[in-house]
């Protein structure tokens, strides 16, 4: 007789009984939640003009919920200025994972943009407790794997196709493509984005659609969170996110037992 043992790291063996351990942060950004930023997330290049926070879907420009929605997001934006932005967990320095995931669901506005808008989930950023500077300077030397659907972007020699998904990490300064560019098309709308780090194996979807999958090992681990770049046509325009989940995620080991 042949028999199969699970053990998930933290459970005892006597209780028969298996289990998943994780650590997560997931916001669904709620009407009690107007105005502020939610205590389980922090922002970068947002200190004077409190533009990232939560608002209702009128106020952050967006004409009808995606499925299940509850009528308020998370505004992420520097409003008056144009430029990037960025939202993520808050305990960055502590609570961070080399296998772990990022997804939300985004609302791509396209339709008005003249010059680049960007939108970003990302994962592994800031490399643990080795940087403590937060998001800013994960864009600045782009600590991580960034996923992004973008319109009129540029990153270097890397010009990507319109509405197309794709991830950037940066080495030396320079933003570097892993993976090749996703096939479908996303045009303004509500999307799900979201990207996975376990091991040496990236992969970005869209709508559930697998888009990207690439092999790296630049970034070992880190926190996961949000970006938006408006490039400068409509500087009051805005990233909406909703349903914002980072989650790590507990190896499962298995003996077989004969």
């Not at 004077?48 to 997001?73: I, R």
Request: glycine share 10%; net charge negative.
């Amino acid at each position: 007789m042949k028999k199969v043992l699970a053990l998930f790291i933290g459970l005892s063996l006597s209780t028969g009984i298996a289990f998943a351990q994780y650590s997560a942060i997931s916001e669904t950004f709620t009407a009690a939640q107007n105005g502020t930023i939610p205590v389980s997330m922090t922002s970068d290049w947002d200190a004077s003009v409190p533009d990232v926070k939560v608002v209702p879907l009128a106020t952050a420009g967006v004409p009808s919920d995606h499925t299940n929605g509850d009528g308020y997001v998370l505004q992420v934006a520097d409003v008056g200025s144009g430029g990037w932005n960025f939202a993520y967990n808050s305990n960055y320095t502590t609570n961070n994972a080399a296998d772990s995931k990022t997804e939300a669901w985004v609302y791509l506005n396209f339709d008005t943009a003249t010059t680049e808008r960007s939108y970003a989930v990302f994962v592994r950023g800031a490399e643990g407790t080795a940087h403590t500077y937060g998001a800013q300077a994960i864009y600045n030397e782009c600590y991580g794997y960034w996923l992004l659907v973008t319109k009129f972007s540029s990153w270097g020699t890397f010009y990507p196709p319109d509405y197309k998904a794709f991830i950037l990490k940066k080495i030396s300064g320079n933003w570097v493509q892993i993976g090749s560019t996703g096939t479908g098309t996303y045009n303004t709308g509500w999307h799900k984005m979201k990207i996975t780090a376990s091991g040496n194996q990236i992969k970005g979807y869209v709508d559930d659609n697998l888009e990207v999958s690439a092999t790296d090992d630049t970034y070992a681990t880190g926190f996961g969170g949000v970006g938006y770049y408006e490039g400068g046509d409509d500087v009051n325009a805005v990233g909406a996110f909703d349903n914002f989940v980072w989650e790590q995620m507990t190896s499962v080991k298995e003996w077989s037992l004969y």
